[in-house]
């Protein structure tokens, strides 16, 4: 008995140990919110007033000492994400995390990002402010690196910090570019779907025709393959860092107001993760102000606003990227056929640096229109080069100006202008201020090519009839400033004509832009809080209305008592995605197996891409109501040709079917909150175990759903369960009434740091839909209980 009392003293003494040394190492290497530090370069003292949400309050004599201080700040919150996101586009994170991430290596480093920064930076003039800002930023990063606390993460994969570098700041720019693009995806999949099932499937899946088509009974039909897409599509799904996806905005005139004067909205869609995508951050200086939201190594913030204006985005979605067929000389691998004649391709050379294993290194054939893709991503069994033509790396790179002219602009012409130099990605910029102005300005390079000619295939690169035949000025994309219904909006849907002509692009369907409409054009005294209701809105204007097209076909007096009953819940749905809700439930089981039913026997192994996809989204309504289709024929079947009455009832009784089996046989208890889910992963939490549950934070039940205002973006899958992937980075609200007490709220927290306060402390408001205020009023920020004085390196 001795014995053991002395072996319980033992272990009790250990764990003790054990809590007092993680106490004091959690302590050591949290960030520094408080005292004083010394660094390099000021010219003055810089005073941070830390809120009680963690966001920096810069006070600074003037902008270069206070960007010093933002890198700094920004590094000690954030490295671990710093160092994620620019080793994307050199092909450079098998040297953390191995040869699991070495196809996205290769993939990324064939792009062409890193040659097009060297040649970018090359230009940059180097006495202008946004540069001198920018290396200042960067000075700030790299001292918190000399001197700062190493971040576990570093430790817990083997690798030491590494100074950082205007290329790496352009990096950055070219993977957000890329992430928001969607060609890469679908283009392949639809020049498959022309060449391997016949025009009418491609065109019906583009809209071109629906009507009086008949039906020939294929003998065989080869199943899409799509490993191009497919290949595109997993690297972008795993990634260790948010990929871009879609977002909400709109701007509310002062005569549509309560108090008289504007207010803004905007709420960014990304892939979740954490840390979360954003860091907020407020600077001022005795001529500058500007309260921003900040990607990882960007120093001027995307999303911002001060006392005098607000800014925001959404992804525009034109086509940005385009695709060529190349045709090699026969004589010689390295040339490539153009109207002038052959050409010999740039060949490149790259090596990847894998961990605990052998360096990889491979060559990258480069044509006029860009790098051939077929090397750079596995199992494509196309054998004729695929170039990829991207605007990106083709066109001049004023990106970094660009973010420096919008956060510091003085003027709504000032604005428009540094709007004006947007190459790719094509963002909708909103804008508000205090002068009682709103605009959307869809900011991109549109292009023109041939009459009749589809982007939305592959273009043959070697006649010379497909190349863009102008960059628009421009004075001519779309555009709303001060409109006289008093507000701008934009969902990513469809902008309006140019040059008398729908711009051809990947946008979202009209759920969204719909609903926002709706709430936004009756109404003519909306208040800060009406704001907030809407950004956390779950009710779909669209679904609930293609549950009654399918249920239309669905002959009620032919179901069984359990399929009456779900039958009734969905025909008397109002669209809302509530966690208590039931038909959200039965509705996407319901089309999902529609979509099985309609696609898979032609799609193959592209069924789960396909159906997941914009375009996917786009045709819904109208394959739905089209009669007779290609796509409703069973291929598989053999002296039968399928109906839609058959397709839809079929699909409708399997989804109860299903159901039934998933959640039981009580429809009462079918709820949305038991088949939907949010986690915001780690990079390292996605190894599982006890480091998700150290780094990761949730899983949490969630409202909403895909294309809902406070859209929770989840795939359509075999299994019937959700899980949220991406959804609003940040819900903003600057009402210009009450400038100085902005609202905003972000998915997880402040810091990247897993032992600061800030690191998960906006989780359950962000779930809940509240907000935190935006402060500019200088006597509460100077209130504020963290303080922390950067002062000049002493010369004694």
Known sequence: MKFLKKVFKIVILLLVLLGVGYFGYSKYNAPTYSGELEIAHLTSSVNVHF??????????????????????????????????????????????????????????????????????????????????????????????????????????????????????????????????????????????????????????????????????????????NANFSKSVSAIMDNMPVSPLIGSNSWVIGADKTKNGKVIFANDPHIGFSQPSVWYQNHIKTPNFEVYGFNIALMPFPLLGHNKRYAYGLTMLANDDLNFYIEENNPENSLEYKTHDGYKAYNVVTKT???????????????????????????????????????????????????????????????????????????????????????????????????????????????????????????????????????????????????????????????????RIVTLLKDKDDFTKQDVTAMLYDVTSSVDHLIAQDLLHHVSKSDLNVSEKQAFTILENWKGDYL?????????????????????????????????????????????????????????????????????????????????????????????????ISVEYEHAIGKAGGLLRKFFNVGPFETIGGNEVINNQIFKLNSTGIYKVTAGPSTRRIVDFSDVEHGLSIIPTGQSGNVFSAYYKDQTQQYLEGKFITMKLNEGEINKSENVLILKPISKN
């Open 51 to 224: 809120d009680e949400n963690g966001v920096p309050h810069i006070n600074a004599q003037n902008q270069k000492d206070a960007y010093i201080a933002l890198g700094y700040l920004h590094a000690q919150d954030r490295l671990w994400q710093m160092e994620l996101i620019r080793r994307i586009a050199p092909g450079r994170l098998s040297e953390i995390f191995g040869k699991d991430l070495l196809k996205t290596d290769v993939f990324f480093a064939g792009l062409g990002i890193e040659e097009a920064a060297e040649k970018t930076m090359q230009n940059l003039n180097k006495s202008s402010e946004f540069y001198e800002l920018t290396q200042a930023y960067l000075d700030g990063i790299n001292q918190f690196i000399a001197n700062g606390k190493t971040p576990l993460e570093f430790s817990l994969v083997g690798i030491e910090k590494e100074k950082y570098t205007l290329k790496d700041i352009y990096n950055v720019f070219g993977y957000m570019s890329f992430s928001f693009a969607v060609a890469h995806k679908t283009d392949p999949l639809l020049t498959e779907i022309k060449e391997q099932l016949g025009k009418p499937y491609l065109h019906e899946l583009l809209g071109s025709f629906s009507e009086n088509l008949t039906i020939n009974k294929m003998d065989s039909v080869s199943k899409i």
């Open 352 to 514: 990847i640096k894998v961990k605990d294993d052998v360096d990889t290194t491979f060559q990258v054939k480069v044509s006029k229109h860009g790098p051939i893709m077929n090397g750079l991503i596995t199992h494509v069994k196309d054998t004729r080069p695929i170039a990829m033509y991207w605007l990106y790396t083709q066109l001049e790179n004023e990106m970094l100006e660009v973010s420096y002219g919008i956060s510091h602009s003085k003027s709504i012409k000032d604005f428009q202008q540094s709007v004006s130099k947007i190459h790719a990605p094509g963002l909708n910029v909103m804008y508000g201020d205090a002068e009682d102005n709103i605009a959307w300005f869809a900011s991109a390079k549109l292009y023109q090519l041939r009459d009749s000619l589809s982007s939305k295939t592959y273009l043959n690169g070697a006649s010379g009839k497909d190349e863009i035949t102008e960059i628009l000025d421009f004075s001519e994309n779309p555009k709303s400033i001060n409109p006289k219904w008093n507000y701008v909006y934009s969902a990513n849907h469809q902008p309006d004509s140019v040059r008398g002509k729908l711009y051809p692009g990947y946008y979202q369907p009209e759920n969204r832009s719909k």
């Open 579 to 675: 966690k208590t809700s039931l038909a959200p439930t039965i509705y996407n089981r319901f089309l999902f197996e529609f979509l099985r039913n309609t696609y898979q026997d032609e799609l193959g192994d592209a069924f789960e891409l396909f159906i997941n996809s914009q375009l996917q989204d786009q045709v819904l309504r109208t394959q739905i109501d089209r009669e007779n289709s290609v796509w409703w024929d069973n291929i598989s079947t053999t002296n039968k040709i399928e109906s839609k009455k058959e397709i839809i009832t079929t699909s409708y009784k399997n989804a109860i079917s299903f159901l039934q089996n998933q959640l039981g046989e009580n429809i009462e208890s079918w709820t949305w909150n038991r088949v």
